[in-house]
Structures are given as C-alpha cells and as structure tokens.
C-alpha cells in the first residue's frame, strides 16, 4: 500500500519488521522474568531469538530460491518473493535448538537449561506470533504477499499492482495477534502444549489463506498445493506429533 522511504531510507516494511524483532525481544524478557527463569538462561533465550531471526532469514531465502528451482529448474532468488516466512521458522527453529543446547550445556552443566527447555518452548510461540503479526502489516505496506484480485469494500489496492486485492496479509496479522493473546494466557495460566497448538492453529490457517493469495511462490513436489500449503501439511502433522509425545511424557509422570 506505501511502499515508500520513510525515514533513512527505511520504508514502512522495514520499519514494521523492526518493530516486530523488538516487541518480540520485550515480550520473552517480560514473560521469562515473570515466569522465575535465571538471568543466564533469559540472556541466552534472547540471544538465542536474536540469532535465529538473523539466521532463519537465510533459510527464509534458500527455501524460497527451491520453490522457484521446482516450478523454473533454475534455482534464483526473485526481489519481489525472495523469502517465505515457513523457510525461516525452520532454519531459525533448527538454529534455536542447536544454540540452546550447545551454549546452555556450557552454561549449565547441571542441565537446568535442558529442565526448563518446555518452559521456553511454550513461551516462544506467543512471541513469534508478535513478531510474525507485524511482519504482515509489513507486508501489506510493501505490496507483497498479496490476495486475489477483488472489488468487495474490504479490498485495498496495491501501487505497485494498480489493482485492488484481497487484504490478506491484514487478515493473517489480525489472526497472528489474535493467537498471540491466546498462547500468551494460557502461558500465564500455566497451561502446557502451547507449542503444538500453535504448529497446528497456524498451519490450519495458513493452508485457507493460501487460497485467498495470488502472488507467485513457485512449487513443490505435489502440484495442487501451493508451496506454503504442502509445509502447513506438514507442520499440522508435526505439531500432532509433539502433542502426543507431551502428552505421552506428561502421562508417565503422573
């Protein structure tokens, strides 16, 4: 919608994103306090968040650039599509878990790192949801990852398409922030399975709003799905997976 420079030559998507990282590192601190972590452990989850943003962005890329080898048999990265946020959740996910477990048996031979690991699994989907919901605002003022064409009352037009669209890049950070509240209370009452419940909510939504998106995302192995329907498939099953394990463990301690 204003994919414009705004100030140091940052636009509204940079800024957005911005915004989200830091809100994101604000909430794990406030929420890590809150829940009684140790100093050492609260740096290392933040320095750890820091470090999968950073790194995840590159499998955001490289995800993206195999979308495109798939549907062109040529493996490029595209300026207008050049990343997907599913690349980044699991390069930054993979990146997380190593860094945790490698800095954290240094930290803490006694394994209170690996003892308090559910802690901040649970903790961590609330905040990406922060961060992933204004990211979307991004996007909706940079003109990317948009809807089908539309001409309903609630379709915006893009500048860069001369067009009106179907606003879905609202309607993800409006569920985003919605799904954030929710995670975020059930942490405060706490309640377990955060983590699984959010892998299953958001794979479930993201495979409809795909199809409400019209932008190019390449392909993948199986044709009828997008790319971003074909990950959330497989997300939804992981995060049926780790419920039942946690319900498994839970069990046996009982």
């Known amino acids: 919608m204003y994919p414009y420079e705004i100030i140091f030559g940052m636009d509204l998507y940079s800024i957005l994103m911005a915004v989200?990282?830091?809100?994101?590192?604000?909430?794990?601190?406030l929420q890590s306090d809150w829940r009684g972590l140790r100093a050492r452990l609260q740096n290392l989850f933040l320095f750890n968040a820091i470090a999968a943003v950073v790194l995840g962005y590159g499998?955001?890329?490289?995800?993206?650039?195999?979308y495109n080898y798939m549907a062109k048999g040529k493996f490029e990265i595209v300026n207008s599509t050049g990343s997907t946020f599913y690349g980044g959740l699991i390069g930054?996910?993979?990146?997380?878990i190593i860094i945790y477990f490698v800095a954290g048996r240094f930290l803490y031979p006694d394994g209170y790192h690996a003892r308090h690991f559910r802690t901040v699994s649970d903790l961590a989907p609330a905040a990406i949801t922060v961060a992933h919901g204004f990211g979307r605002l991004g996007c909706l003022m940079a003109g990317c990852c948009y809807g089908a064409k539309c001409d309903a009352w609630y379709?915006?037009?893009?500048?860069?398409?001369?067009?009106?669209?179907v606003p879905v890049q609202?309607?993800?950070?409006?569920?985003?922030?919605?799904?954030?509240?929710?995670?975020?209370?059930?942490?405060?009452?706490?309640k377990k399975y955060e983590m699984p419940i959010y892998m299953m909510t958001y794979a479930i939504w993201r495979f409809v709003a795909e199809l409400m998106r019209n932008d190019y995302r390449g392909a993948t192995v199986v044709d009828f799905?997008?790319?971003?329907?074909?990950?959330?498939?497989?997300?939804?099953?992981?995060g049926l997976i780790l419920l039942g394990i946690e319900l498994y463990?839970?069990?046996k301690k009982r």
């Open 225 to 238: 799905l997008t790319p971003s329907q074909f990950i959330s498939v497989l997300l939804l099953a992981g």
């Open 92 to 96: 930054g996910t993979a990146m997380f």
């Open 155 to 165: 379709c915006v037009e893009m500048v860069n398409l001369g067009y009106k669209v």
């Open 249 to 251: 463990v839970d069990g």
């Open 20 to 29: 989200g990282v830091i809100l994101c590192m604000v909430f794990i601190r």
């Open 59 to 66: 499998g955001a890329v490289l995800l993206q650039a195999f």
């Open 170 to 190: 609202l309607f993800e950070a409006l569920f985003l922030f919605g799904l954030s509240a929710v995670l975020l209370i059930l942490f405060k009452k706490g």
